[in-house]
């Protein structure tokens, strides 16, 4: 399983733990969290993310609400993200293992 702070996401399983309670995501949700964990440490530009997870040209416009989505249900404070970290004007990354 991959473990941050108090992010744990068990691939295996696919079940999402934050702070020791089991969170839920739609399927379109958990996918992109699936790709940020096995990419963790790197940065993920906006197209490559919109081709893993919506398979092609979508408007990155989506890609904001569902990063904002992610960032509500794993953040302690999702406007001081420690999880999910923006590289302005490229993409995204999640912060590696402790």
């Given at each position: 399983?991959?473990?941050?702070?108090?992010?744990?996401?068990?691939?295996?399983?696919?079940?999402?733990?934050?702070?020791?309670?089991?969170?839920?995501?739609?399927?379109?949700?958990?996918?992109?969290?699936?790709?940020?964990?096995?990419?963790?440490?790197?940065?993920?530009?906006?197209?490559q993310i919109l081709?893993?997870?919506?398979?092609?040209?979508?408007?990155?416009?989506?890609?904001?609400?569902?990063?904002?989505?992610?960032?509500?249900?794993?953040?302690?404070?999702?406007?001081?993200?420690?999880?999910?970290?923006?590289?302005?004007?490229?993409?995204?990354?999640?912060?590696?293992?402790?």
């Amino acid at each position: 399983a991959f473990r941050s702070g108090d992010l744990v996401v068990d691939l295996v399983r696919r079940t999402v733990t934050v702070r020791g309670a089991e969170v839920r995501f739609s399927r379109r949700e958990y996918d992109l969290l699936r790709l940020l964990v096995a990419h963790a440490g790197k940065v993920l530009t906006h197209k490559q993310i919109l081709h893993e997870v919506w398979g092609g040209d979508t408007d990155v416009q989506y890609l904001r609400i569902y990063i904002r989505a992610l960032r509500q249900k794993i953040e302690a404070d999702p406007e001081q993200p420690a999880h999910i970290l923006t590289e302005t004007g490229v993409g995204y990354r999640l912060r590696a293992t402790d």
